[in-house]
């Protein structure tokens, strides 16, 4: 048991919380690409779509997209509270690719309430593709964020950022795809299934030439990359993605969506092995350096460990409640 006196000089029950809280820290970052990448491939394959498809690819992601978006939020909450020197440091360094991601995110929010506005085809076809660029220019951008803060990068545009960027796209494609297959029918389910089984070979693909080019032109990453759990997570990904590719072929949805969740996941797993125990490499901050005192590091992990499965039960909740397909909403008579 730990009483109160020592919480203020003894980590909780004993637990490695710095590790925990840069593992909770990947799991939120997980979350929100997981759940919010569904979104972003629905708006990249929106440009693919006519008028009443495209009200369809809508009324899909509509009870979700802005609940989604939280987790973005409670992922740069649990940095600057968990590790505030971290943040500061990385947000200050790249605060004009922070501002970008916002404008982008702030587009794909903006672009389909616009869209929904008038009966005008011009205008339609403005916001449709401001939709699309939003959408686009997201995940892409976020991509970027993330392989440079591993790289500890102070440059906006590197070479394995860029790729990332684009590798990250695909992967919101699978996932938007994956979910278009337990939401819609028909022809564009149909569709969306050989848009996700071209985007996850291009995810292999680019994976495969992002980890082999940053191995290549970041030496400071190459003992990460000897880690055998990163040679397993490498493999896993194969895996996952012949397992997407078959499920989709075979119409079994559920497990499409399963699969497009868990190559999210490895993904983000394999950032955090590269990363680790650094959290911000630029800097040579380890993540028991950037960790916050004992005593807010306790409190906060007795407040996570309440709040957290509410967090998760409401978005259960939610799910459940807006589950079913949506060929007919919005459709026209």
């Given at each position: 048991?730990?009483?109160?006196?020592?919480?203020?000089?003894?980590?909780?029950?004993?637990?490695?919380?710095?590790?925990?809280?840069?593992?909770?820290?990947?799991?939120?970052?997980?979350?929100?690409?997981?759940?919010?990448?569904?979104?972003?491939?629905?708006?990249?394959?929106?440009?693919?779509?006519?008028?009443?498809?495209?009200?369809?690819?809508?009324?899909?992601?509509?009870?979700?997209?802005d609940g989604n978006e939280v987790w973005l939020v409670v992922f740069g909450g649990t940095l600057f509270a968990a590790f505030p020197a971290a943040y500061a440091n990385l947000f200050s360094r790249h605060y004009l690719l922070m501002f970008a991601i916002l404008a982008a995110l702030g587009l794909r929010g903006l672009a389909p309430e616009m869209y929904e506005e008038r009966d005008d085809d011009q205008w339609r076809r403005f916001w449709g593709s401001a939709f699309v660029a939003g959408s686009t220019a997201t995940?892409?951008?976020?991509?970027?964020?993330?392989?440079?803060?591993?790289?500890?990068?102070?440059?906006?545009?590197?070479?394995?950022?860029?790729?990332?960027?684009?590798?990250?796209?695909?992967?919101?494609?699978?996932?938007?795809?994956?979910?278009?297959?337990?939401?819609?029918?028909?022809?564009?389910?149909?569709?969306?299934?050989?848009?996700?089984?071209?985007?996850?070979?291009?995810?292999?693909?680019?994976?495969?030439?992002?980890?082999?080019?940053?191995?290549?032109?970041?030496?400071?990453?190459?003992?990460?990359?000897?880690?055998?759990?990163?040679?397993?997570?490498?493999?896993?990904?194969?895996?996952?993605?012949?397992?997407?590719?078959?499920?989709?072929?075979?119409?079994?949805?559920?497990?499409?969506?399963?699969?497009?969740?868990?190559?999210?996941?490895?993904?983000?797993?394999?950032?955090?092995?590269?990363?680790?125990?650094?959290?911000?490499?630029?800097?040579?901050?380890?993540?028991?350096?950037?960790?916050?005192?004992?005593?807010?590091?306790?409190?906060?992990?007795?407040?996570?460990?309440?709040?957290?499965?509410?967090?998760?039960?409401?978005?259960?909740?939610?799910?459940?409640?807006?589950?079913?397909?949506?060929?007919?909403?919005?459709?026209?008579?």
């Amino acid at each position: 048991m730990t009483d109160l006196g020592s919480l203020a000089t003894e980590p909780l029950f004993g637990l490695a919380l710095p590790e925990l809280w840069f593992a909770l820290l990947f799991f939120i970052f997980g979350m929100f690409l997981f759940l919010d990448g569904f979104d972003f491939g629905v708006g990249v394959l929106f440009a693919t779509r006519d008028d009443h498809e495209k009200e369809q690819l809508l009324a899909a992601v509509g009870p979700f997209w802005d609940g989604n978006e939280v987790w973005l939020v409670v992922f740069g909450g649990t940095l600057f509270a968990a590790f505030p020197a971290a943040y500061a440091n990385l947000f200050s360094r790249h605060y004009l690719l922070m501002f970008a991601i916002l404008a982008a995110l702030g587009l794909r929010g903006l672009a389909p309430e616009m869209y929904e506005e008038r009966d005008d085809d011009q205008w339609r076809r403005f916001w449709g593709s401001a939709f699309v660029a939003g959408s686009t220019a997201t995940p892409f951008l976020l991509g970027l964020f993330v392989m440079n803060w591993i790289l500890g990068s102070a440059t906006i545009l590197t070479l394995p950022g860029i790729l990332a960027g684009l590798t990250v796209v695909t992967l919101t494609v699978v996932d938007g795809a994956a979910f278009l297959g337990l939401k819609t029918r028909g022809s564009l389910r149909d569709d969306a299934s050989e848009y996700g089984i071209r985007a996850v070979v291009s995810y292999l693909v680019l994976a495969v030439i992002t980890l082999c080019v940053t191995y290549a032109t970041a030496p400071s990453l190459r003992s990460s990359f000897q880690s055998p759990v990163v040679v397993v997570l490498v493999l896993v990904t194969g895996l996952l993605t012949a397992g997407y590719a078959a499920a989709t072929r075979q119409q079994r949805y559920y497990l499409a969506f399963a699969t497009a969740a868990s190559l999210v996941f490895t993904l983000v797993a394999l950032l955090a092995v590269l990363m680790f125990p650094f959290i911000d490499r630029a800097t040579g901050l380890t993540v028991r350096d950037a960790i916050i005192s004992t005593l807010p590091l306790n409190l906060m992990t007795i407040m996570t460990s309440v709040l957290l499965p509410l967090v998760l039960g409401y978005f259960a909740v939610l799910y459940f409640a807006f589950r079913g397909p949506v060929e007919r909403v919005g459709m026209a008579d």
